[in-house]
DNA sequence: ATCAGTGCAAAACATTTGCAGCATG
DNA sequence: CATGCTGCAAATGTTTTGCACTGAT
């Protein structure tokens, strides 16, 4: 296995247990134009395709999946093409409205952040399977809330990621 | 600024408060080179090169301030190629001799780990002046591992990062 | 009309791999 | 002297950038 665990384990899929393909959050969608268009924004196709596919999958996506995902099933269109891609990601990140989970496999996923804020979560890596559990738990937030106030940060962002091997994978091997 | 941060901010710098330039570690190359050893590995000169590097820098280093490092003063020598270095990190990092510091800025940092492991710690980083301040917390160590638990998870690694303003940056701007 | 938004192609980077030669045990 | 280690160069994969064009307001 390569020493970043790069482009060696599967990839990561299904289990996060929120958000499925097909239920698009339509609130999460009007709420991003809404803030993308007070930004003074416009709309643009692309983009707005993209919002469709963050608010279409709730899991963590790459920036070749949003890709490949805004293009599916579109085949009369023209294909958005991957610079929009990064260049709408950068926008949605500036205004908050992803969020960047960084399994640390070489590639940059992200994902939709809700408006009222309770999906806060960080993730669990299955290094065998790929498996991405997603979790949140109140007392490692108050400690990394404690954490930054010690060292006089004002902390925007944090990742947290654990990466190990699940039980049916433990148990397989 | 770019989304992933990526290219962007100053070089991580100093701050780290364990280990400067000049103070080799004779410890850990020792015990560096005799777990290799121990692992079936013979010695070559350009491994060798990198744990010098790895004992006298305690920071957290790239592939590519690896590479300079070790071929720094070395200009008589032939220069140690970079497939080299990525080699020798994967197995150093394999054999547990080093982890991997993701700041996510899309390059992927690695520092020496202490064989009495009370050297476990994480990073703040300030995303205006690239300072790099490391930390550790037993209340985060133990919400990490009652989430591995809790999931049935065998975690062999965590990394946590907390990104923000440090306190000179917040007053200069 | 104006200027943000977009697609394409090329560039810039980090990392990986193939391979022939060198060095260690 | 066999096999592990190494450097070089080329390949791979991701992300960024330049530029001309299109579309929204």
Redesign the interface.
């Known amino acids: 296995?390569?020493?970043?665990g790069r482009h060696d384990h599967a990839e990561p899929h299904g289990h996060t247990g929120h958000g499925h393909a097909g239920q698009h959050d339509h609130k999460w969608a009007q709420y991003a134009r809404e803030q993308l268009r007070r930004a003074g924004h416009n709309r643009g196709a692309s983009r707005d395709a993209m919002i469709e596919v963050f608010a279409g999958e709730g899991c963590a996506c790459s920036a070749r999946e949003i890709e490949e995902l805004a293009n599916r099933e579109r085949l009369d269109r023209k294909p958005v093409g991957r610079s929009s891609i990064?260049r709408a990601?950068?926008e949605l990140?500036?205004l908050g409205l992803i969020t960047?989970v960084?399994l640390?496999d070489?590639v940059?996923r992200y994902e939709a952040v809700r408006p009222d804020d309770d999906h806060h979560h960080h993730h669990?890596l299955?290094?065998q399977c790929g498996a991405l559990?997603p979790?949140d738990?109140a007392?490692?937030e108050?400690?990394?809330g404690?954490?930054?106030g010690?060292?006089?940060?004002?902390?925007?962002?944090?990742?947290?990621?654990?990466?190990?091997?699940?039980?049916q994978c433990?148990r397989t091997s």
Chains 1, 2 share one sequence.
Do not use: P
């Open positions: 296995m390569g020493i970043a990064y990601i950068e990140h500036d960047r960084d640390g070489g940059t669990i299955c290094e559990i979790f738990d007392e490692l108050r400690a990394i404690a954490i930054a010690r060292h006089g940060f004002v902390v925007k962002e944090h990742d947290v990621t654990l990466r190990g091997v699940c039980w433990e």
